[in-house]
């Protein structure tokens, strides 16, 4: 990457650091054997994703007030454990469950590449979860964040401008000096609308053999790397 | 330390983790002789200290909107440069001193004490600095916050229950889950006001010469240690 550097890289998280696909449905394959609870798990963990847009563009567009992601989750759940005629799952089941977007875990180049670019920019997830859920997967996950930007510091979702406008107000730089750093085009789109430099690498294995767009870049971003490793190799970190 | 331990610790910060007055008295020193500009620089900081709360106690009292510490600090020092008379300080020259609050140094036990803590705690200063001056200082000297609670989050300053209270709705814990750890009485006493659990350390020095209250806890806190590396010690990590 030839001129400027970024301050900050902010990272999309759910696809883009962690695996949630693989992390959600390993656990709850576990969690249906121990219990002996019969489901078409893997199902239930790409329809629960499915939720997930609808669900927060409800709040986007003021049809529901401000409701952090972890509800939006439970919500999600509720309706897909009845569709799918799940039996046998207590509230105490349920809330576990939903903590499963709390335990998900990174892409083999996540943590060290993480670790490489925290030594020269400040890092941080920019991700539609909240505080909680971020701060407690990253316990769980070993990601080295320097700051966790969670949507419910905003009040609002990706892609409003609230989101990437605000991560450059908190830190007390330009737009311009923040870098977005993610699997998913769209994501960029909305940040470089926002003035806020770009990057990114694929994440072919996102949806398991739902195969999606997203696996290669749709623009120049300022970078296009292979992962977060080749990420930091071509920051020069 | 029996029975219940804490979700989250989160940390005063000027004071208890870092050391404010030496770090800028050092640097301002340093600064004055390479630049060839006489003034009493020991002097300047600690009035420059002086004026902290009573900038605060502006906004929290709604004579004043909203205003982050970093533009609480730069106005006191240009108050204090002009009554001073400190003579040839450009623009740049102020920003670099007034960023000098980014770039404070912690005490001996504060890293090794946090890095173990943060093995088995969430942590994060609970501070009236912001989001920009709080993650500069902590890539600074070192320090491993999970997450980054600066005042901006909340639009409040300590003791505002907002912010003690803001801690555990980020976190969506209970008050009681989260301890506040400071080298303050004052701050612990507040945060006790809103149910938070409490750690007090003693940082004799931080005033240099000039002797202040907190040598010793002024009640039964939870915790009472002789720095942060007790208080792993006491807290099991």
């Known amino acids: 990457m030839a001129g400027k550097t970024p301050v900050a890289i902010v990272f999309d998280t759910f696809g883009s650091v962690v695996d949630w696909r693989g992390s959600l449905i390993a656990e709850l394959t576990a969690f249906g054997k121990q219990r002996g609870i019969a489901a078409d798990w893997t199902a239930l963990v790409d329809a629960w994703r499915a939720a997930y ?26 309706q897909l454990v009845a569709k799918f005629g799940i039996q046998g799952l207590s509230e105490a089941d349920l809330v576990h469950i939903n903590l499963g977007w709390h335990r998900l875990n990174p ?28 701060t407690k997967m990253a316990k769980h996950a070993g990601l080295p964040w320097d700051m966790v930007f969670g949507s419910d510091l905003f009040g609002h979702y990706k892609p409003d401008p609230e989101t990437y406008l605000g991560v450059a107000k908190l830190l007390d730089v330009e737009p311009g000096q923040v870098m977005m750093a993610a699997a998913h085009n769209g994501d960029l789109a909305n940040a470089r609308r926002c003035g806020l430099m770009t990057a990114f690498f694929p994440r072919p294995n996102e949806y398991g053999p739902h ?4 696996d290669a870049a749709e623009q120049d971003w300022d970078v ?10 071509q920051l020069g970190a």
């Open 107 to 134: 892409w083999p180049d996540s943590v060290p590449g993480l670790t490489r670019l925290k030594r020269r920019y400040i890092i941080g997830p920019l991700s539609n979860g909240n505080v909680a859920l971020l």
């Open 53 to 78: 847009h609808p669900s927060m563009d409800r709040v986007r567009k003021g049809e529901a007030p401000w409701t952090k992601l972890d509800d939006l989750h439970r919500a999600s759940l509720d």
């Open 224 to 233: 296009v790397a292979r992962d977060i490793e080749d990420l930091a190799t």
């Open 211 to 214: 195969r999606k767009r997203n």
